[in-house]
Nanobody, 115 residues
Framework: QVQLVESGGGLVQAGGSLRLSCVVS????????MGWHRQAPGKQRELVAT??????NYADAVKGRFTISRDNAKNTVYLQMNSLKPDDTAVYYC??????????WGQGTQVTVSS
């Protein structure tokens, strides 16, 4: 069974940094796009960043502050978040698009940025 497990969330002061990780397990299928989304209370889930073999893509709100990367040998995607703002407070979800079976989501990790 394919599982995506996020880690690295927590409470941080504005201006601080966090690094999220997401490990994809239970599969030998090729992983195409990997990405991070977030959902703040009362808001829709929104794209944060994605990464493929062709490059990366970021939401305007996080450009210049967040960096997405991946380690294909470990089936892991990372999100380095710097200069965090209270508006970044949300549950962050990992997403992976796998060959044959399609997209899968993690359970989410809470990120809280205090002012």
């Amino acid at each position: 069974q394919v599982q995506l497990v996020e880690s690295g969330g927590g409470l941080v002061q504005a201006g601080g940094s966090l690094r999220l990780s997401c490990v994809v397990s239970g599969t030998r299928l090729r992983i195409n796009t990997m990405g991070w989304h977030r959902q703040a209370p009362g808001k829709q889930r929104e794209l944060v960043a994605t990464i493929t073999s062709d490059g990366t893509n970021y939401a305007d709100a996080v450009k210049g502050r967040f960096t997405i990367s991946r380690d294909n040998a470990k089936n892991t995607v990372y999100l380095q978040m710097n200069s965090l703002k209270p508006d970044d407070t949300a549950v962050y979800y990992c997403n992976a698009d796998l060959a044959v079976i399609g997209g899968r989501w993690g359970q989410g990790t809470q990120v809280t940025v205090s002012s």
